[in-house]
């Protein structure tokens, strides 16, 4: 338990002697800063020189990322032991992006030839799309991927998708479909030929309900469209642990593409969850972005602590959350492609770390685990939260992520100078913040009267010492994101091991998924359970009123 190392009160001593000074006066004191409180890893910089932090903060992380056990911890999953120990399986996304050349035995098997054997059957497949050899059953070229999946099956393909669409194939255009909600259906099919559609069904299990719901609903549409003797297998291909049950769907072998249970649901676009992204970008840029994410594997395993991105981004997480008492980060991406990465990183760490017993299943009582993720990209969020950021009551770290350039820059336009400028603003601003007395200084100036002035002024003030890091790239590529992602799936194993939280399994999302069987089965018996809560009763009554227009 984090509370429990030895060191653990010591932060919340040096919190004090901290207390005495603020960000900005650090700077003031030590014009390398900076130099002191940046790393470079691989394309990106992390800056976190913002963070109340000095050299006495960094030695007190690395003391308590040893007394965790951070290092055997790491070194245990990527050996491949079942660290997973509630589901009883090993954890090993980093296996999905090593190099053909590397080997992982697990209980005597090696797994690395089975990762490019699923990854080599991409490739064909993805080849035939592009080349417009893959043809739906009237015999007309396939054009449109529409992948069906939700969680882990749906945030990593869509963000990547998003993100990386500068490097898209121009023949190929992909869709997503997640919600049972059948509007997100619709609309996707709306605008879609049948002749020209293919469905990636992804589910891990093959049983999650909204995605087999869409995915009959999607047989339905082509059965509708092309007759019920079309060739459903030129229309669909699944990804899938699940072999038989996709079989059972009717998807044919060689379209049916398989990982493993030691692949978490929210840690699988590296698999053959990412043929989505594979169907956009080629398998070479595919292949690209597991090479960046593997070369940050690398930099965690091997980077003493003091100079590991994650293990700094983990601990000043830690810091945030449990000495300065933050309850929330937010990801504010200043790169309208990495609109979604704030919805990824949601699942990535609220579904790992949003845990409140420890590894021994002690209820954890005595310090706060994961915060809530939220982003939104800038410059958009300064016009929505950033007040609260800026001047709320609450502390809310933030890491700002931003390309240096665009790939939508055209010569002469502003925008991305504008765009960089009030990214780094921002950070600033939070940092600094504004004193009462040069608010009062500027009223004057302005000549507005002393007692307005007097007035006006507390509204104006700027708390600052408010942390943020900042990570900072060239440019995005394939490379570049699989990097950003693996640093950030680190940072949330390094947490992890410090709240003492089992980070890959999902158990709180079990109850309600039951409870909503339970309600289903009342809509379809037209009963009322009575052993619902009044409340509950009251709502399926309701709904029950409007059956015969909605079943
Ligand atoms: O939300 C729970 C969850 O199990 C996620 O962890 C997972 O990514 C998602 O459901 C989808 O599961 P599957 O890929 O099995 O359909």
């Not at 500068?166 to 049948?194: I, M, Y």
């Not at 970008?281 to 091997?302: C, N, S, Y």
């Amino acid at each position: 338990m984090l509370s429990l190392l030895p060191s653990y009160p010591a932060l919340f001593a040096h919190k004090e002697v901290l207390s005495r000074q603020t960000v900005r006066s650090l700077f003031d004191e030590d014009s390398a800063r900076f130099d002191a409180f940046h790393r470079k890893v691989l394309g990106w910089t992390f800056d976190f020189s913002k963070h109340r932090v000095t050299r006495d903060t960094l030695a007190l992380f690395c003391v308590l990322g040893r007394e965790a056990g951070v290092e055997a911890a790491r070194d245990a999953m990527f050996r491949g032991e079942a660290i997973n120990v509630t589901e009883h399986r090993a954890v090993l996304h980093t296996a999905l992006r090593l190099p053909r050349s590397r080997s992982l035995l697990l209980h005597g098997t090696d797994v690395v030839p089975q990762v490019h054997a699923v990854l080599a059957q991409m490739e064909g497949f993805v080849e035939s799309l592009h080349a417009g050899a893959l043809k739906g059953s009237t015999g007309k070229s396939i054009t449109d991927i529409v992948n069906i999946g939700i969680g882990g099956s749906d945030l990593g393909p869509v963000m990547t998708v998003q993100a990386l669409f500068p490097f898209r194939h121009a023949n190929v255009r992909v869709h997503f479909v997640s919600n049972v909600d059948r509007t997100q259906l619709a609309l996707v099919l709306r605008e879609r030929n049948p002749e020209t559609t293919l469905f990636i069904i992804a589910s891990k299990t093959f049983t999650t309900q909204e995605t087999m719901t869409n995915a009959h609903s999607a047989k339905a549409w082509l059965a509708d469209a092309l007759g019920v003797e079309f060739e459903s297998a030129k229309h669909f291909a699944a990804v899938s642990t699940n072999l038989e049950a996709a079989a059972a769907f009717g998807v044919a072998a060689d379209r049916v593409f398989g990982f493993w249970d030691w692949v978490g649901g929210r840690y699988s676009i590296w698999s053959s969850i990412g043929l989505p992204l594979a169907c956009s970008i080629g398998m070479q840029h595919f292949r690209e972005f597991l090479a960046g994410a593997h070369a940050v594997d690398e930099h965690f395993v091997h980077t003493r602590l003091e100079d590991n991105v994650p293990f700094l981004m983990a601990m000043l997480g830690v810091w945030c959350v449990n000495v300065l008492g933050a309850q929330t980060h937010a990801v504010l991406p200043y790169d309208q492609y990495l609109a979604r990465f704030p919805a990824y990183l949601q699942q990535a760490d609220m579904e790992s770390n949003g845990k409140s017993v420890s590894r021994a299943g002690l209820p954890i009582a005595d310090y706060e685990t994961g915060p809530v993720i939220f982003g939104e990209p800038g410059t958009n969020g300064q016009h929505a939260f950033y007040q609260l950021i800026h001047q709320g009551t609450k502390l809310v770290p933030a890491d700002f992520i931003v390309p240096l350039r665009s790939h939508s820059h055209v010569p002469g336009s502003s925008h991305q100078a504008k765009l960089v400028a009030h990214c780094f603003a921002q950070s600033q601003a939070l940092m600094e913040g504004r004193t009462l007395a040069s608010v009062l200084t500027e009223l004057r100036a302005k000549g507005v009267s002393e007692a307005e002035a007097q007035k006006l002024a507390p509204h104006r003030v700027f708390s600052g010492n408010r942390p943020s890091s900042m990570f900072v790239t060239e440019v995005v590529t394939p490379e570049i994101l699989g990097q950003l992602i693996a640093l950030y799936e680190h940072k949330i194993f390094v947490q992890g091991i410090l709240w003492d939280t089992y980070s890959f399994d999902q158990w709180g999302v079990e109850l309600g998924k039951v409870l909503a069987g339970k309600i289903l089965s009342d809509f379809d018996k037209g009963t009322v359970e009575p052993s619902h809560d009044g409340s509950t009763q009251a709502l399926i009554r309701m709904f029950q009123t409007q059956q015969p227009a909605q079943r």
